[in-house]
C-alpha cells in the first residue's frame, strides 16, 4: 500500500525541525510527502503566511507539495474549527479526493496535538499513525488537557530539539509515548541554511569587528497576558540596564514580530541615557539566524526558547530577566507556559543577580512541576513529585510552587506535616463541602469555587 506522509507546521522554526528530522532519517521513506501549512495570526487573510516566510523556499525542497489548511476550511480559523463527529466520514472522503490521496496510508505529523488544527486533522483521519513534533520547551511539560485516548493512542513519538540535555519530555507520557531527540546536527545544518540566504545578510546592522553584540530577545508578553503592554516595555529596558552592568556597549534587540514598535522606545531611550548603542532587527527570521550571523557574546531574554536553544545549539552564554516575577503571578496554575518559565529560571544565569548551581534534580523538579499542574493527566507521577518535594524543597525552590496548590494536592511543602492527612480525607472533605454549602445559601451563593482549585 501506498504511503502518504502529511506534515502540518506554522512557523518557519516548525518547518525547520522537520526538515530536520528528514534529513537525519528519522521518517521512513514514502511515496509522497505532504507540508500542510496553517496561518494563526488573527487575521489570516490578510497576514503574510508560512510560504511567505524568508527562507521557506530553503525548507520546501524536503516536501513533495505544499498545501494550505487555511484555503480547505475557509472561512474558518484553523485555531478555533473542528468537525463534528458525525461529519468526519464526509470529510475525509473530501480532504482524499482533494489532496489526491486515495487508498493511500495515511500518517501524520503534527505539532500541537491538544488544540485546533493539529487535533481537528487527527481526527479527519482516524485511521492515521500519529507523530509529534515539538520546537520549544513547552514539551517538557505535560499535555494541557485530558486528550481522548482515540487519539492519543495512536501517537507513536514525539520529535525535539535535545534544548535539555539529558531531559525527557512530559507530553504524551500518560499514553507511554516515548521522546525522540531530532539530532543537533542536523538541525544546526538546516539553520545554517537559512543564515546564508540573502535575506539574512541583509539585516541592516554593522558590527563593530572589536566587539560582539549582546542580542536582547523580546517575546510579545503582554499579548498573552502575562503582563501588561507598559511593563514589558519596562522589561525590555531592564534587558539593556542588565547587559550594560555585564559589560556591553554594543546592543542588538530582536523584537517579536507581532509587536508594536512602541515596545521597544523605551529600551532604546535607555540605551542612549547609558551611552550604549541599541540597534533593533525587526526582520522576520528566527533568532538562530542572528546568533549565526551575529556571534553574539550574549543572549538575554525573559524565557524566551531562544535562550536554550543559543546555549545548547551554538555555546554563547545566555541570562534572563524578569522570570521570578512571572513565577509569582501566573495563572492559571495550569498554563503551559509554567515548565519554559521554571527550566529558563532554574537553568539560565540572572542577569542582575549572581551566579547559581543548576538543580539537583531537574527531572524531579520538572515532574513534580508538572504533576502539579496537570494531577489527573500526570496521576502516576504522583509519587515523583511527593519524594523530589520531601528532598529539595528549599526556599529557592519553593517559586515553583504554590503553597495551596501543594496543600490541595496533600504534596509535602503545603500544610504542616502532622495534618498532611487532611487533604486526602473524605469526611474531612465532606465537611467542608458542606459548611460550603450552608454559608453560601446564607450569603446569597456568593461564595464560589477559588481560582486555584484542582480541576
Not at 482516524?126 to 513547552?138: C, E, F, K, Q, R
Not at 546536527?185 to 540573502?198: I, M
Not at 461564595?447 to 480541576?455: A, E, N, T
Amino acid at each position: 500500500m501506498n504511503v502518504t506522509q502529511v506534515f502540518l507546521a506554522s512557523t518557519l522554526y516548525g518547518t525547520a525541525t522537520l526538515a530536520a528530522a528528514l534529513d537525519s532519517g528519522a521518517f521512513p521513506p514514502a511515496g509522497r510527502r505532504i507540508l500542510l501549512t496553517s496561518n494563526h495570526s488573527l487575521t489570516p487573510e490578510i497576514a503574510p503566511g508560512l510560504d511567505a516566510a524568508p527562507g521557506f523556499g530553503a525548507l520546501r525542497t524536503r516536501f513533495d507539495e505544499v498545501l494550505d489548511w487555511n484555503a480547505v476550511i475557509a472561512p474558518q480559523h484553523p485555531s478555533g474549527w473542528a468537525p463534528r463527529p458525525e461529519d468526519v466520514p464526509m470529510w475525509e472522503r473530501q480532504l482524499r479526493a482533494l489532496w489526491g490521496l486515495g487508498g493511500d496510508r495515511v500518517e501524520l505529523v503534527v505539532e500541537s496535538l491538544q488544540v485546533p488544527p493539529a487535533q481537528s486533522l487527527c481526527r479527519l483521519f482516524p485511521g492515521a499513525a500519529v507523530d509529534v513534533y515539538a520546537d520549544g520547551l513547552m514539551s517538557y511539560g505535560p499535555t494541557r488537557f485530558r486528550l481522548d485516548p482515540q487519539i492519543g493512542m495512536r501517537v507513536r513519538r514525539v520529535l525535539h530539539p535535545d534544548l535539555v540535555p539529558g531531559l525527557e519530555p512530559l507530553l504524551l507520557t500518560e499514553f507511554g509515548v516515548r521522546g525522540e531527540v531530532v539530532p543537533a546536527a542536523a538541525l544546526l545544518k538546516v539553520l545554517a541554511e537559512l543564515a546564508d540566504l540573502p535575506e539574512a545578510s541583509e539585516l541592516g546592522y554593522e558590527p563593530r569587528e572589536e566587539e560582539p553584540p549582546a542580542l536582547l530577545l523580546g517575546q510579545y508578553l503582554s499579548a498573552l497576558e502575562l503582563m501588561s503592554p507598559d511593563e514589558e516595555e519596562e522589561l525590555h529596558a531592564d534587558m539593556v540596564r542588565g547587559a550594560f552592568e555585564w559589560g556591553h556597549r554594543e546592543l542588538v534587540f530582536k523584537p517579536h514580530p507581532s509587536a508594536p514598535a512602541a515596545y521597544w522606545r523605551r529600551a532604546r531611550a535607555e540605551a542612549e541615557r547609558l551611552g550604549a548603542r541599541l540597534t533593533v532587527l525587526d526582520a522576520p527570521l528566527p533568532a538562530e539566524v542572528l546568533y549565526q550571523r551575529l556571534r553574539p557574546a550574549l543572549v538575554a531574554g525573559c524565557f524566551s526558547t531562544g535562550l536554550l536553544t543559543a546555549r545548547a545549539l551554538y555555546g554563547i552564554p545566555v541570562a534572563r530577566t524578569g522570570t521570578g516575577a512571572l513565577l509569582a503571578r501566573l495563572a492559571p496554575y495550569q498554563n503551559s507556559n509554567r515548565i519554559p518559565l521554571t527550566l529558563v529560571d532554574a537553568l539560565v544565569p540572572d542577569l542582575h543577580g549572581p551566579a547559581q548551581d543548576p538543580p539537583a534534580d531537574l527531572a524531579g523538579l520538572v515532574a513534580a512541576v508538572g504533576f502539579t499542574m496537570q494531577p489527573k493527566v500526570l496521576a502516576g507521577r504522583r509519587a515523583q513529585a511527593e519524594a523530589h518535594l520531601a528532598r529539595h524543597l528549599t526556599p529557592h525552590a519553593r517559586r515553583y510552587f504554590g503553597r495551596r496548590r501543594l496543600t490541595t494536592l496533600g504534596l509535602p511543602g503545603g500544610i504542616p506535616a502532622q495534618l498532611s492527612f487532611l487533604p486526602r480525607s473524605p469526611a474531612v472533605r465532606r465537611t467542608v463541602h458542606r459548611l460550603r454549602r450552608g454559608l453560601g445559601r446564607r450569603l446569597g451563593g456568593r461564595l464560589g469555587r477559588g481560582p486555584d482549585r484542582v480541576s
